[in-house]
């Protein structure tokens, strides 16, 4: 097979194992020159092992039989720089990224699944419970019963990744673009009393109510006669805000002493989401 510009098959030479590895740039391949048929003439310039041109599908000469592959530094010297270059220039180099990460803080309680009716409690207070569990008791002067009215914790926060870029070089310019995209979620729930905090003390047992002669805060208590209460229903909000960016650039060497950077870019932090409230 013979291709404008490049030399006849039986001319090139195989690569030889045991040549220093020349990773000149991250493009996985690279193809050069008008071809005819199935065959081109195939340059790999990753993990490059051997340093003259070959064809696809030839073997590596020296017994170890790996796949021959074809650094950019010999096809400068095998081919005409022409070819080289163009198939430098008709290369892309193409990148992506996806990227997810979750933290949560999650703590819950024992008791879950508990009914206050048990306690005497009427049917409409269960209807108000917004987590069926053991309710918070302080009876005044005595040892609490239940847990911590805010011991329950349901924090979520996630954040979806995706970034890609691509580069190419024409000439002195080495053309570079892309973007990226980020959600981050924030899921927030920390109820406070969720099955009612109720309190005691001995006023309603006193002899009389203006008075501070006896009482008692248990007897108080088996009476049903609270000092005080209360019970909260928490929202559970979950957000979510959107991240936009997106950059061109372009690194133009004007000479070998002098290289400009150029570029733009634009970035977006979009308005909150509510996707759950």
């Known amino acids: 097979m013979s291709v404008a510009g490049v030399p006849p098959t039986d001319q090139i030479r195989p690569g030889r194992a045991g040549e220093p590895r020349r990773d000149l740039l991250d493009y996985r391949r690279i193809a050069v020159g008008i071809v005819e048929g199935e065959e081109r003439p195939v340059a790999r310039a990753r993990g490059v092992g051997a340093a003259e041109p070959c064809l696809r599908g030839e073997r590596r000469a020296g017994g170890n039989g790996a796949p021959c592959h074809t650094s950019l530094a010999s096809m400068s010297k095998w081919w005409p720089p022409t070819i080289a270059k163009d198939a430098i220039e008709a290369a892309m180099r193409i990148h992506g990224n996806l990227g997810y990460a979750y933290a949560a803080n999650p703590r819950d309680i024992n008791s879950r699944g508990f009914d206050v009716t048990s306690l005497g409690f009427p049917a409409a207070l ?26 329950i914790i349901g924090n979520k926060f996630e954040t979806y990744t995706g970034t890609g870029d691509a580069t190419r070089l024409v000439g002195s310019h080495s053309f570079k673009t892309g973007g990226v995209y980020r959600s981050n979620r924030v899921s927030n729930f920390r109820p406070n009393s969720p099955a009612g905090l109720f309190s005691f003390n001995e006023t309603w047992t006193r002899d009389s109510y203006n008075g501070n002669r006896g009482g008692n805060t248990i007897a108080s208590m088996l009476l049903g006669l609270m000092s005080g209460g209360r019970i909260q229903y928490e929202p ?35 308005r909150f989401w509510i996707c759950r409230s």
């Open 236 to 270: 559970q909000p979950a957000l979510q805000v959107p991240y936009v960016g997106a950059y061109f650039q372009d690194d133009w060497r004007v000479n070998q002493r002098l290289t400009l950077n150029l570029g733009l870019r634009w970035d977006s932090d979009c």
């Open 126 to 151: 269960k209807q108000q419970v917004q987590i069926p569990m053991f309710p918070r008791i302080e009876p005044a002067g005595y040892t609490s019963l239940g847990g911590n009215a805010t011991w």
